[in-house]
Every structure is written in C-alpha cells, then in structure tokens.
C-alpha cells in the first residue's frame, strides 16, 4: 500500500511527472516534500552468481541504476535491493545533497563486469571503474560492496609482448584510459565536497581501489579494502583471456590527492601496494574547492585514526608480475605512504616549505599496522631523481605519529590491537635496488614531527625509525623491540638493526635539527645500537631518560647503546 501522501508529485525514471499511484515499478518514493527514498525494485535487476563476469545483465542493471541516479535531486536517498548485480561504470555528476545507499555491504554487491581491451586496435580504454562521482556536495556512500573483479580483465595498453610473454616494445603494461573515465579505479570521486563514505566494502580493483581526488571535507570510516586477490589467489596476469595481458598500475587501497580536511577511521585495509597513500599534486590546478579562492595543490589537515592496515607483502608471491618484470619498479607496500608527485618540478627548484608547503598537519593515531614494508613512510618522494630525492625545497610541515599501543583499538570492529609490528624488508627481489623496507617509521624531509607513544616491534632488515633531514622534531615515549638489521640488509649497504636512527649526509656544518629531542624511550633487544645520531645539531638525546638493554654495540664505542657522532650543541 502506498503512504497516505501518495498524491505528492514524484519523479519516474523517464523524468515525467506522475502521481505516486502511478509510479514505474522501478521506484518507490516515500519521505517528505523536499526529498524521496528512491528505492530500485529487485524485479528491475538482475542477479548473477559470482563466478558469472560476463553477462548482458551487465549493461541492463547500469542502465537501470543509472537513471534513477540521473533523475534524483537534491536531498534524494536512491537505494539498490540486496543482491548480486554485475555493472559496468556508473557516474554521479553535478549533485548536491545526494545519498547512495545498500542494503549493507556484503548483502548489495556490485560486481565490475569484465573487459578485453587493446589499445592498438581499439583506442583509449572506457576504465573499469564501478562508481565515478565527480563535482558532487554533499554525497553520502554506503551500505554497499564494490568488487573490480580485477582478476578477470585482459587489458593492454601501447605495444607489443612477444611470445615469450615479455615486453618487446612500448608499454603494453599500462593502458591508457580515457580521462573522463575514472581511470579504472574501483570507486572514484573528484574535485568534491562534504563526502561520507561508510559502512562500505572495496575489493580488487584494476588501478587503485578507492581514489579521492581534490576532495574537501571527508569523512571516511568503517569500511573494508581488500585488494590481496590479484597477488595472493591469481600470481600474476600471464594467464589472462583473451590472449591479452592483464598489468595493473597500482593496488593502494585508499589513495588520497590534494584532500582537505579529511578524516580516516576505523576501516580495515588489506592491500597488495601501499594501504592508504596521501600525496601531494600541484600539477592538479583545475579545481577550485567551495570556500577556497584559488585551486588547492596539496593534501592537509589530514586524520588517519584506528585503522588496521596491512600490505602482506612478505606472502605476496605475486609481487613478481609474471612474464614483465613490472614489479621491479615497485616502490610501494606502506601501510601509510605521504608523498608529493614531483612530475610538477623535474628540477626541484620551487620552494615547498613553511607556510608553502604542499603536504600539511597530518595526524597518524591508535591505528594497527602490520605485515608492510614500512608501517608510515613519509617523505620518499615518488617518481623522484637524485637530486629531487635530497631537495631541501620540498617538505612536510607538521607530521604527528602517536599512541599506536595496545591500550588503544583499530580496524572496522573497533577489536583490533593498535600498534606497530611485522615489519620486514624485501631480501629476495632479483632487483637490489627493488629490496627496500624494513624501517616501521621513515620519516624524510619533514618539519615539526612528533612520534610519541609507539610500541614498535619485530622489525627485520632495517630499523625502528628513521629519522632524515628533518627539523624540529620529537621522539619520546616509545616502546621499541625485536629490531633486526644484520644479515638482512644487502651487502653492500649499512646493515642496520637501531631502535632510533638520525642521520644526515656528512657536511660542514652538519644538519640543522633546529631544536630535535629524543627522550624517555624504551628500546630493548636491538642488532645495533639503541639509538644512533650523526651529523645532526641543535637538540637533545638523553643518556638517562631513554632507558636500553639487549643492545649490540661496536668494538670499542659506546657501552649504553646510545651513539651520537659528528654532532654539534647536541645535549645528552
């Protein structure tokens, strides 16, 4: 029975007007006079088993849902039926006040049709997005799982593998998309405002699985990312349909460009690639955010909070892309990754510093990071040569790392240990220079940084935290144990295994911390010292407050574990 108000004037698919009595089967409206709860009929979809990733089911559910996405308004709630429906991309642009919900994730699912593509026969590809928003304010997403269905693409962009599977000219590994697409990210929003995401599932999609672009005000929180089939079930893309090969660009779980004010919490994340990376892009200047006067180039005012994040890149067979060698370029695997795009400024010549600083007031607490390359990397720019690598012009300004403890909770349960373990380096790529990890916290290039309250533990081929070319800086209050570096880093690099590791490249004068204090720790059952300082000035590390045993020092230097050389005004 409709409600008593059926007489309201409502909206059908076709976008006439019509009485309620006599709206199309495909939506039903109820609320008040300045929205409606546009429901889809589970009689207007049609649902697949899993295994099916290829139907024309594919091309009626987008339609279907797509035009009641088209016809709603602003305060509209649409709502897709339980089920499992296959699609292909569907696109919310333009909208205000909008809410797409299902009936709870793991109940509605949207599953990526699957495609065969050739850039040299066919053009730029279509994507392979499930969900791309663009210009929206106001949007709510939840209730839903998305799943890319990545395993089942054979995508191939400019050029030619030879019969023996590997590269013989171009870049047949990177398909190149059309730029309205969404580039084939699972779920994809830009250049948006006021978005809420939640109570949502993401897997497998063919670049990375969720991206947010140029996004103000976001609120992200208890979701599930699953990214790991594409490496751990599949190994590799050689086995593709269609004689194509299927080569993902990347598998971050969550990847944030020039976001502001944005909240992550309580989400689980399983990624094959970095778990949540937050990068900076100047060269993204289209857009300029409601309230700001000019375009917004970087990301800041970031909160990453009781999260559970891991990479499992040390059961990751599938890192070795088969047949291309890809993998030899990866540089990913961070629970957290913090980065600019230097593609902007080849020549590392603009002042990104201070007030100009482009990455900005980023809080990382209480989350669980495990099973990773590194649990936070931040300042190892992406796409860097030597020289922009060492760049004093490119910073982070303000970096906080705190209370990730057993005291606090993390992931999409809220029952998850916060704290920092399992943290290992890469010792088996046939590629040295691809054997990176093995540091919990690497911070590079960083000015007013505060790591406090951290229980580090079981770290393999590297160190506790590292700590380069970065000012004003805080170490105190943390738990440090299970530091591994002999025997697992290569040969022909520093063995590691300290707790705490300032260093800075020899130099007269040495670096300027400008005021750094590296207090009240606890590190215990280390390869190497305790805590090591070198060619840093200007601070304090003290002998008495940071308490160390089990430590291995050098022949002949000091017997506390604590080492500091080649410093000058630095107190002990």
């Known amino acids: 029975m409709l409600p008593s108000f059926a007489s309201r004037l409502v909206r059908s698919l076709d976008g006439c007007i019509v009485r309620s009595a006599m709206i199309a089967a495909s939506l039903l409206a109820t609320g008040n006079a300045d929205a ?7 009689k207007d979809l049609i649902a ?18 797509q035009r009641v996405l088209d016809a709603s308004q602003p305060g509209d709630v649409v709502i897709i039926p339980a089920g499992s429906y296959l699609v292909k991309t569907l696109t919310v642009q333009r909208k205000k006040k909008l809410s797409l919900q299902g009936v709870g994730s793991g109940k509605t699912v949207l599953r990526r049709h699957a495609e065969t593509w050739d850039n040299d026969t066919q053009g730029l590809f279509p994507g392979l997005a499930i969900l791309h928003a663009v210009e929206v304010v106001d949007f709510e997403l939840s209730g839903i799982s998305f799943d890319g269905n990545a395993e089942h693409m054979a995508v191939k962009g400019p050029g ?75 190994l590799g893309h050689a086995d593709s349909p269609g004689g194509l090969m299927h080569c993902h660009q990347s598998q971050d779980g969550l990847h944030l460009v020039n976001c502001v004010d944005a909240t992550i919490q309580w989400n689980s994340i399983r990624s094959e690639d970095s778990g949540l990376s937050i990068e900076a892009n100047p060269g993204w200047s289209w857009f300029t955010m409601p309230g700001e006067t000019s375009p917004n180039l970087g990301s800041r005012n970031i909160r990453v909070l009781n999260n559970d994040i891991s990479t499992n890149s040390s059961a990751h067979q599938g890192n070795i ?16 990754d913090i980065f600019y795009h230097e593609n902007w400024d080849p020549a ?18 209480e989350n669980r990071l ?22 004093p012009q490119h910073r982070i300004q303000g970096l906080t790392i705190r209370r990730h403890h057993s005291r606090s909770r993390a992931g999409y349960d809220h029952r998850a240990v916060s704290g920092i373990s399992q943290i290992t380096k890469d010792t088996i790529h046939p590629l040295k220079s691809a054997r990176h990890g093995g540091v919990a916290l690497l911070i590079h290039h960083a000015d007013r940084v505060l790591i406090e309250e951290n229980q580090i533990q079981e770290v393999y081929g590297g160190t506790g935290i590292e700590v380069v070319g970065c000012t004003q800086f805080v170490i105190r209050r943390n738990r440090i144990s299970q530091i591994r570096g002999t025997n697992l880093a290569d040969e022909d690099h520093w063995q590691g295994g300290e707790g705490i590791r300032v260093w800075n490249a020899p130099a007269q004068p040495c670096f300027d911390a400008q005021g750094f204090s590296i207090v009240e720790n606890r590190i215990a059952d280390t390869s190497s010292y305790a805590i090591f300082v070198t060619d840093t000035a200007n601070g304090r590390c003290s002998r008495v407050s940071n308490l160390t045993q089990q430590f291995q020092a050098w022949p002949g230097q000091e017997t506390r574990g604590i080492y500091l050389r080649n410093g000058t005004n630095v107190r002990e």
Do not use: M
């Not at 409606?36 to 589970?42: A, F």
């Not at 697949?48 to 849902?65: G, K």
């Open 48 to 65: 697949t088993p899993a295994e099916v990733v290829v139907d024309p089911s594919a091309a009626t559910n987008t339609q279907v849902i």
């Open 160 to 234: 030619r593998f030879g019969e023996d599977r590997r590269i013989h000219s171009g870049t047949p590994q990177f398909p190149q998309c059309q730029p309205e697409s969404g580039q084939s990210h699972t779920v994809s929003i830009e250049r948006s405002a006021d978005v809420a995401i939640h109570h949502a599932e993401f897997h497998d999609g063919y670049r990375w699985c969720v991206y947010l672009g140029q996004v103000k005000n976001l609120h992200f929180h208890h979701n599930r990312i699953n990214t790991g089939r594409l490496s751990t079930t599949w």
């Open 370 to 391: 495990t099973q990773a390359r590194h649990a936070v990397r931040a300042g190892i720019f992406r796409n860097a040569n030597a020289f922009n690598a060492t760049s």
């Open 321 to 336: 892309v088969r047949g291309n060698g890809l993998a030899q370029e990866w540089v990913g695997q961070g629970c957290v």
């Open 348 to 365: 590392g010549k603009i002042d990104a510093r201070g007030e100009r600083a482009l990455l900005r007031d980023i809080t990382i607490a």
């Open 36 to 42: 409606s709860i546009l429901r889809i009929s589970e």
